[in-house]
């Protein structure tokens, strides 16, 4: 029953196929039948993950170092119940939201496709594996990012397309480094367990960190992100929540703690080059999200500085460091996925994209305000929070070094959570509490978006709550995975 492992992610494929391919009645039929193939899916994923646990297929042997095979681990798990859970919720928020951008056909197609790819990232039981599967989630999302193809798309495509081709060219060269090093790419954990190992193979993790990177949109190589955020937003959010920028993050978790491993990495030059990288674009993203007035473009800031608190929890290179990654990861992508259909949900119903504009919004739309503001304290980090709890545990583990940098990256933390709280309680206040001279006659068109925009923000906003009041649990289990647990 091996092979059950692949199951999910060919029948995406297939259904995406068939969403693209098959003459439906009407939009209306499509968008159903992407809904109930998404949702098949996603129970086939939750069925694997819980009784294929430690299973592996080998589906194509070039030789004993390159194959392409299938596992589930813990973090492999964690990956794939937390995108399972999020894309049947997204795919029902992108029937509604479609509507108005059109080509439903071409867009469901690589929409449900992608999911498959994106499982098979967490399935992956190597880096060669991953790395093709990686290089597959560019291109199949391509057409997503160029759905609209105008001129701003175009470019748009086009500077995603060069920043990940050449990220995952660098991580390429690292890989052949380390094969030829080591004659292995598969996943153990505790890496290759060396107590030292050579300039060679510090400068391949180096290149594997930077090329996995630019999906992680670490800085220098992050404005692929932003322009990205030209697409629809069920794309953006795709892109910023759930799978692209999470797949950059999930790679060098592998390559760090599965591959080359934390004791022939700790202490090294390389080490805190990485650090250092992670913090500074924490704060550079805070900074630029403070100062963007665009409100979707500010999120996309604000996922360039969060997605670096996961990196710098993996570059702490500790057990404990990991567990607060896995947290951040999940709690991250509740909260953006529903910050970004927040943004989705006012230019849908009322084409406002900028902050200026919400002014006295939350009377207005109080199911997507009150979303809005529930995600905006979590990712600010305030208990009882999910994402007080994954911050605290970041804060933590790097306080418990006791070096500069870790050091810094505490006051790092401390700084982008201030800024956070600004550049998003902004939004709140504007929305909340408009100013005495405001006009409130100006409302009156103002609206709720449907339901079927709506809903999926409550549910997802209600997931944050509920795992909120069951932080401990969630983070005993995660750190029996950070451990080689599962």
């Given at each position: 029953?091996?092979?059950?492992?692949?199951?999910?992610?060919?029948?995406?494929?297939?259904?995406?196929?068939?969403?693209?391919?098959?003459?439906?009645?009407?939009?209306?039929?499509?968008?159903?039948?992407?809904?109930?193939?998404?949702?098949?899916?996603?129970?086939?994923?939750?069925?694997?993950?819980f009784f294929a646990m430690g299973d592996s297929f080998t589906l194509v042997k070039f030789t004993d170092i390159l194959n392409i095979t299938f596992r589930i681990d813990g973090v492999s798990a964690v990956f794939a119940l937390m995108v399972s859970f999020l894309w049947p919720l997204a795919t029902v928020y992108a029937t509604e939201y479609m509507k108005h951008e059109g080509m439903q056909a071409k867009f469901f197609a690589f929409y449900i496709m992608t999911f498959g790819v994106t499982v098979a990232i967490?399935?992956?039981?190597?880096?060669?594996?991953?790395?093709?599967?990686?290089?597959?989630?560019?291109?199949?999302?391509?057409?997503?990012?160029?759905?609209?193809?105008?001129?701003?798309?175009?470019?748009?495509?086009?500077?995603?397309?060069?920043?990940?081709?050449?990220g995952a060219s660098l991580a390429f060269v690292g890989m052949i480094i380390f094969a030829s090093e080591t004659g292995s790419l598969d996943f153990v954990y505790g890496g290759i367990g060396a107590a030292s190992i050579s300039t060679n193979m510090l400068i391949a993790y180096l290149l594997m960190f930077i090329g996995f990177g630019v999906k992680a949109a670490i800085f220098p190589v992050h404005r692929w992100l932003l322009s990205a955020s030209v697409a629809p937003t069920t794309v953006t959010a795709l892109l910023h929540a759930v799978a692209v920028v999470k797949s950059g993050v999930f790679a060098i978790l592998r390559a760090t703690f599965f591959l080359f491993g934390t004791t022939a990495l700790s202490g090294t030059v390389v080490q805190t080059i990485v650090m250092w990288i992670a913090i500074f674009t924490i704060c550079f993203g805070s900074l630029y999200a403070l100062k963007s007035r665009h409100i979707k473009r500010r999120l996309?800031?604000?996922?360039?500085?969060?997605?670096?608190?996961?990196?710098?929890?993996?570059?702490?290179?500790?057990?404990?460091?990991?567990?607060?990654?896995?947290?951040h990861l999940?709690?991250?992508?509740?909260?953006?996925?529903?910050?970004?259909?927040?943004?989705?949900?006012?230019?849908?119903?009322?084409?406002?994209?900028?902050?200026?504009?919400?002014?006295?919004?939350?009377?207005?739309?109080?199911?997507?305000?009150?979303?809005?503001?529930?995600?905006?304290?979590?990712?600010?980090?305030?208990?009882?929070?999910?994402?007080?709890?994954?911050?605290?545990?970041?804060?933590?583990?790097?306080?418990?070094?006791?070096?500069?940098?870790?050091?810094?990256?505490?006051?790092?933390?401390?700084?982008?959570?201030?800024?956070?709280?600004?550049?998003?309680?902004?939004?709140?206040?504007?929305?909340?509490?408009?100013?005495?001279?405001?006009?409130?006659?100006?409302?009156?068109?103002?609206?709720?978006?449907?339901?079927?925009?709506?809903?999926?923000?409550?549910?997802?906003?209600?997931?944050?709550?509920?795992?909120?009041?069951?932080?401990?649990?969630?983070?005993?289990?995660?750190?029996?995975?950070?451990?080689?647990?599962?």
């Open positions: 029953m091996k092979y059950m492992i692949l199951i999910p992610i060919i029948m995406a494929i297939i259904f995406g196929f068939l969403a693209g391919n098959y003459k439906f009645k009407n939009e209306q039929e499509r968008s159903k039948f992407a809904v109930i193939a998404t949702t098949l899916v996603s129970l086939i994923v939750a069925f694997v993950v967490a399935f992956s039981a190597n880096m060669l594996t991953l790395y093709l599967c990686y290089e597959a989630l560019t291109f199949i999302t391509l057409p997503l990012v160029l759905h609209s193809m105008d001129k701003r798309s175009k470019y748009a495509g086009w500077k995603y397309l060069i920043y990940s081709v050449a996309a800031y604000s996922t360039i500085s969060q997605l670096s608190y996961i990196v710098l929890g993996l570059t702490l290179m500790s057990t404990d460091g990991l567990t607060a990654s896995l947290g999940v709690a991250h992508a509740l909260m953006k996925i529903v910050l970004f259909y927040t943004a989705g949900s006012i230019l849908y119903a009322n084409h406002k994209e900028y902050v200026d504009d919400i002014e006295g919004y939350g009377k207005k739309m109080p199911i997507t305000f009150a979303c809005f503001t529930i995600c905006s304290l979590a990712l600010i980090g305030v208990p009882p929070f999910l994402g007080f709890f994954s911050k605290f545990e970041l804060a933590k583990a790097a306080a418990s070094q006791g070096t500069l940098v870790s050091f810094v990256a505490v006051c790092a933390l401390m700084f982008s959570a201030i800024l956070t709280a600004m550049y998003l309680l902004e939004i709140v206040i504007k929305a909340y509490f408009p100013s005495k001279s405001f006009n409130l006659n100006s409302l009156k068109n103002v609206k709720e978006a449907p339901k079927a925009i709506t809903y999926p923000m409550v549910v997802i906003t209600a997931m944050l709550v509920v795992l909120s009041f069951a932080a401990k649990p969630l983070f005993d289990i995660l750190n029996v995975i950070a451990t080689g647990g599962f």
